[in-house]
């Protein structure tokens, strides 16, 4: 048995499973409670509560896919949005706090590596997976194993100035990492309300803005031409430097089908590999994508140390 949790800024979620997940990807819901983003001794009892929901055995291990990374020279944990957590060698604290071995991926890796095991890339040798939530994120799986460190492409100053057509000459914006210019600062949720208001001057949410191109609105329509521009170059260099048989895309923008697509054909128009078949793909898995590789993760623990 593994517990797998998906732990956001919002909400930390608890599932089950068993130690075949990569193989049937099945997993059962415990509960879910909000995260304690700011009390660090709140945040460990919110996991030992839901743990405690689903008995189990003592040295069942604890994976968590979390928004943040962990050092792996220092092991101390970096989450901007559980600042409780940032600084803390969390995985030695978890561990000792709950009495179990305890495991933790970035969120967007453990979504990569659940979408290249049982999901919409299963099957695929080398798969770059993207996140376009609240933000950007992505990972990378090949032969089946994440690849530390790797996809990471929401960050650096890549963003072109000048892009749609007609062209148009931007600002870039800048970034909370400290730099200007970043894909995180357009690509995601936030960053495509940003680019509208810096466009037209008008304040809409990113539902509102793609409900709006989907009906023909003009400034919506040159907001979303602009954002796949800008977005499509940066993801095409990556697709051309991993050689990605497979772009699997989560976050909140991937439940629109017609964004996915857009994006897909500029990328696609970008690359120097040729195919007449989508490479970028909605998620298979949803919403339970970064509790399966979670799950994937501990149950990977629990073979390299049973052996």
């Not at 590596?113 to 939530?133: K, M, N, S």
Request: glycine share 14%; proline share 6%; aromatic share 4%.
């Amino acid at each position: 048995m593994i517990y797998c949790f998906d732990i956001g800024g919002s909400y930390i979620s608890l599932g089950t499973a068993s130690t075949d997940v990569a193989v049937t990807g099945a997993l059962t819901r415990v509960g879910r409670v909000p995260t304690p983003a700011r009390d660090r001794a709140a945040f460990v009892q919110a996991l030992a509560s839901l743990i405690d929901q689903a008995p189990g055995p003592e040295d069942a291990p604890v994976a968590l896919a979390l928004a943040g990374d962990i050092d792996p020279a220092t092991g101390l944990a970096s989450c901007a949005n559980i600042p409780c957590l940032t600084g803390t060698p969390l995985v030695a604290d978890l561990t000792a706090a709950l009495g179990r071995p305890v495991v933790v991926g970035n969120d967007a890796a453990c979504f990569v590596l659940a979408e290249a095991t049982v999901g919409a890339a299963r099957g695929q040798d080398t798969v770059f997976g993207i996140i376009l939530g609240t933000g950007v994120g992505g990972g990378l799986v090949v032969g089946g194993q994440l690849v530390p460190g790797a996809g990471e492409w929401g960050h650096g100053p890549v963003v072109k100035q000048v892009a749609g057509a007609p062209p148009i000459t931007l600002a870039r914006l800048p970034c909370g990492c400290g730099q200007a210019g970043c894909v995180d600062t357009i690509g995601g949720a936030r960053g495509l309300e940003r680019l509208h208001h810096a466009l037209h001057g008008v304040r809409l949410d990113s539902q509102a803005l793609t409900a709006a191109w989907h009906a023909g609105d003009r400034d919506a329509t040159r907001t979303m031409d602009i954002y796949v521009d800008l977005v499509a170059d940066p993801l095409a260099v990556v697709v051309n430097a991993v050689g990605a048989g497979l772009v699997p895309v989560g976050g909140g923008l991937s439940s629109d089908a017609a964004l996915v697509s857009a994006l897909d054909q500029a990328v696609r128009a970008r690359i120097l590999r040729r195919t007449g078949t989508p490479l970028l793909v909605p998620t298979a898995l949803g919403g339970a994508a970064g509790m399966l590789g979670a799950a994937i993760l501990g149950a990977r623990w629990l073979e390299r140390n049973r052996a």
